[in-house]
């Protein structure tokens, strides 16, 4: 961690100047070669990348050849983040024309197709609730009904972050949420020094008193700080802006200070890992998922049968059994740890009094939040509402609401602005207009203007268009793979598998891709892989959505590694927990909810989306490829090449 440290405020106020000087008549001395290849690495890679892989193109000048250059080229851009990842998701506008691969309307129509604004309409949402302050009272009031003993306090956190993340950013429930970790921890300390200081917490969420609470920075992040930084050097500049200004320092002098420290490490590594978890249950927890079902569309059209309600049905139980599973491993790894290895502390007063500085705290933040708001209620209503139209629109087994309307014409994305445009239209205070105006309503003689629930300068400041476009270019390339015959091509090179198994070829693939994802995008993996594995399972006749669910889900198991995911980012930050203690806990973790996901999939997967039958949708799209395959070969040999 000390590498981490933030430059002293003495020495931040007179930047360093390049060069050494020990005099007026001193020479600047040069750097080394190593410095300057650290200092300038993004930019040998973005003139070396196309250089490079440009032999691909050349080798197979078509556009199987074309496709698979703009992939490996933007997938090397992406995984080194030479350039901003939303920037680089943007290349296909400029690449796929140029190559010839797909015309410019057909590129540009793939950044907002229904599956963007099913995720743009659900991040509204998210901004609404978030304005609010609706999540901030959720969490307190689970966290009331838990109690305040650390393995409760770890599920309280566990199963809030877990909810929240279904429909919020996991990257703004984890900002939220970790903060509060942190001053309930400082509750948990036995230290007679603070046993007479009050803490409070002002009406914004921010804490006062003894506890030492992170700064405003930290505190402000939000919807539009949803990144998925993977690059080191970024990871390093992004602690010393989020790192709470005076981290708690822990001794080991005794058994109670080695205890505590593990408790610490437990509830705040429990926060990321929640969030992580949560995201998998439904379609617009996180971005794989997404990609999942845009990338299906795209390449299969609408009769996969996967939407909000289905997906939900699938995903939520599995995300339930790798959250106790998780909460029971880290219970026993850091809090019943000392129980285990036979220490005994005669400390149940000092317990007692911690458990209840806790409680109290938790008690005092809820109680400071007031009577809950008219925004709030109304807020909280829309947000059911959202999830009452998803879930009824094509239940499947009754007809749905979308029944009632032109057949095919209905999506969850058009629920989802139903309700998002609700809350554009719905005012922040009751209507007065049926009681005459009341006195809040005037201000200096003027009608004051009511703002509404949800107005469209909080969306701009808070909407994550980098991942709004980071879907738009996944979505670009999955179309170029299925117009340009890349799928296919790659399909057959995949036949050497035909000798395994499906349900072993799913496994690898889930364990290749949980491995991959701890240094990428979780995103950027999904939109790289799930074409390659969709034309995989076309090849090999087995259902593409038995492959391309498991390598989703498997997206956003990134438990080993600070730059794994924001999340796993911001706790870090925190100073509690080092590199190693995020390996130790989240190998065991990358295991258990692999296997767990592996056997929903053979369970609940088969029988929700029947993935143990070749459906017809994706015969339909081998004939297409093949008949693409044979007119592109065709063409090849007619030039000569």
Not at 114 to 132: K, P, Q, T
Request: aromatic share 12%; glycine share 6%.
């Amino acid at each position: 961690m000390a590498e981490y440290e933030a430059i002293p405020p003495s020495s931040a106020a007179e930047p360093r100047s390049n060069y050494e000087c020990e005099g007026p008549r001193s020479q600047p001395q040069p750097r080394s070669w190593r410095g300057m290849l650290r200092a300038h690495y993004s930019y040998l890679i973005i003139i070396l990348t196309p250089l490079l892989l440009s032999p691909i193109a050349i080798a197979q000048p078509n556009s199987i050849g074309y496709t698979a250059y703009c992939i490996m080229f933007m997938g090397v851009y992406w995984c080194t983040e030479c350039i901003p990842l939303a920037a680089t998701a943007l290349f296909p506008m400029v690449l796929f024309p140029m190559f010839g691969i797909l015309t410019s309307k057909v590129v540009c129509a793939q950044y907002m197709k229904d599956i963007n604004v099913l995720f743009f309409s659900g991040l509204m949402i998210a901004i609404a609730v978030e304005h609010w302050n609706l999540h901030k009272r959720i969490a307190l009031r689970v966290l009331l009904l838990v109690g305040s003993k650390p393995r409760w306090l770890m599920f309280g956190f566990m199963v809030t972050t877990a909810f929240l993340s279904m429909w919020m950013s996991n990257t703004a429930t984890t900002a939220m949420m970790i903060p509060i970790a942190q001053a309930v921890l400082k509750e948990l300390k036995s230290d007679a020094n603070q046993d007479g200081e009050e803490t409070e917490v002002n009406a914004n969420g921010s804490f006062n008193g003894h506890v030492d609470a992170p700064n405003d920075d930290f505190e402000a992040v939000k919807m539009e700080d949803i990144t998925a930084d993977k690059n080191f050097s970024s990871l390093k500049q992004a602690e010393a802006d989020m790192k709470p200004p005076e981290a708690t320092s822990v001794t080991a002098d005794d058994e109670g200070d080695k205890a505590y420290a593990l408790v610490c490490k437990g509830i705040i590594l429990c926060v990321p890992y929640a969030a992580n978890i949560g995201g998998t249950a439904t379609l617009i927890g996180t971005g794989p998922n997404l990609v999942l079902i845009g990338q299906a569309e795209t390449l299969f059209g609408t009769d996969t049968g996967i939407n909000f309600g289905t997906y939900l049905a699938y995903a939520f139980p599995g995300m339930v059994i790798c959250l106790l599973l998780t909460w029971a491993w880290l219970q026993l790894y850091y809090i019943d740890r000392w129980c285990c290895w036979g220490f005994r502390r005669n400390r149940s007063d000092s317990n007692s009094d911690q458990n209840d500085r806790a409680a109290r705290y938790i008690r005092r933040a809820y109680d400071d939040l007031g009577p809950m708001s008219y925004p709030e209620i109304v807020v909280a209503i829309h947000v059911c509402l959202v999830a009452l139209l998803w879930l009824s629109r094509d239940p499947k087994f009754i007809p749905g609401w979308a029944s009632f309307f032109k057949d095919g014409y209905i999506t969850d994305s058009t629920a989802g602005m139903i309700v998002a445009m609700l809350l554009f239209v719905m005012p922040s205070k009751p209507p007065q207009f049926l009681c005459g105006f009341g006195k809040q309503d005037f201000e200096n003689d003027r009608v004051v203007r009511v703002p509404k629930l949800l107005e469209w300068d909080v969306v701009s400041q808070k909407m994550a268009w980098n991942v709004v476009f980071l879907l738009g270019g996944g979505f670009a390339l999955a179309e170029a793979c299925k117009e340009s015959g890349l799928s296919e091509w790659l399909g057959e090179q995949f036949l050497i598998l035909k000798d395994f198994s499906p349900e072993v070829i799913a496994l690898l693939i889930a364990i290749i891709v949980g491995a991959f994802t701890e240094i990428t995008s979780n995103t950027s993996t999904a939109s790289i892989f799930l074409p390659i594995l969709a034309a995989l399972g076309v090849s090999l006749g087995v259902n593409p959505l038995f492959l391309m669910i498991s390598a989703s889900i498997a997206c956003s198991f990134a438990f080993m590694l600070p730059v794994a995911t924001p999340p796993n980012a911001i706790a870090f930050a925190y100073g509690h927990v080092s590199v190693w203690d995020m390996v130790k806990t989240g190998f065991i973790l990358n295991v258990v909810c692999i296997l767990v996901s592996f056997m929903c999939l053979n369970t609940l997967g088969v029988w929700i989306f029947d993935l143990k039958t070749y459906p017809d949708w994706a015969s339909d799209m081998a004939s297409t490829t093949t008949t693409m395959m044979t007119t592109i070969t065709a063409n090849v040999s007619s030039t000569g090449l």
